[in-house]
């Protein structure tokens, strides 16, 4: 039921009124002249992205589900792409942690609108040795580090004050010793078994090109938008 109100009429309207890739030249996919496997293809289209101009391209949406079924999302970013898989870092024992530990399929959405541009990616999802878990945190900044060593993700927060008392002691412990590691701390990789490329067209005749793993390789689909 829609609600009618005079707040809710100005919201739809407002949502109405807002352009998708408005004045955006966008380019064109060819399905015909795309690689036989996925990776390449989301190679060259996060750096396009990145030459074209949009800001963080390597951000996205990781998508997870409980035990139940129940799903949830959340934005984070990517640390490489390659033939193990799209890879990612968070806590064990954080609410996707929990989760991925329960039921490791997960789905990655990536969205560049300044070139009219979505990737999804589904698998399963496997987790890294603590050794890669450290050489990540190692390869990043000093925040990322001080970040990892606050730990307690997902936990409840009693204050402000006692984020900031935990977030100041991993700083000053980051800064002391850059070769600490965060025993929590996982690097995950996502295994695809599918992978679609959107590419937006002006006259909504988008192109959808899927990859779907089998035992002899890549099968492209081409879908109806």
């Known amino acids: 039921m829609t609600t009618d109100d005079p707040a809710s009429r100005d919201f739809r309207d407002l949502l109405h009124s807002l352009r998708v890739w408005d004045g955006v030249d966008l380019p064109a996919l060819d399905p015909a002249a795309a690689p036989a496997a996925p990776l390449p293809l989301f190679r060259a289209w996060l750096r396009e992205a990145a030459a074209a101009g949009q800001a963080e391209p390597h ?14 999302a959340r934005v984070l970013t990517l640390h490489d792409a390659d033939e193990d898989g799209w890879h990612f870092g968070t806590h064990s024992t954080s609410r996707k942690g929990r989760e991925l530990a329960a039921r490791p399929d997960a789905a990655l959405t990536f969205y560049w ?15 890294g040795t603590p050794e890669a878990a450290t050489a990540d945190l190692h390869a990043r900044s000093t925040g990322a ?8 993700m997902s936990e409840v927060l009693a204050s402000r004050a006692e984020l900031t008392e935990a977030s100041e002691s991993a700083w000053a412990r980051a800064e002391a010793d850059p070769t600490l590691s965060a025993p929590t701390w996982t690097l995950y990789a996502l295994v695809p078994r599918e992978v679609e490329f959107f590419q937006g067209d002006a006259r909504r005749r988008h192109v959808r090109l899927r990859y779907r793993r089998s035992d002899d390789g ?3 689909d081409l879908l109806w938008p």
């Open 218 to 220: 890549w099968v492209r």
């Open 145 to 152: 580090l001080a970040a990892a060593l606050t730990g307690r």
């Open 59 to 72: 951000v996205m949406t990781l998508a997870t589900a409980d035990a139940d079924g129940r799903p949830s």
């Open 113 to 127: 609108p300044v070139q009219a541009r979505q990737v999804r990616v589904e698998g399963t999802v496997l987790s």
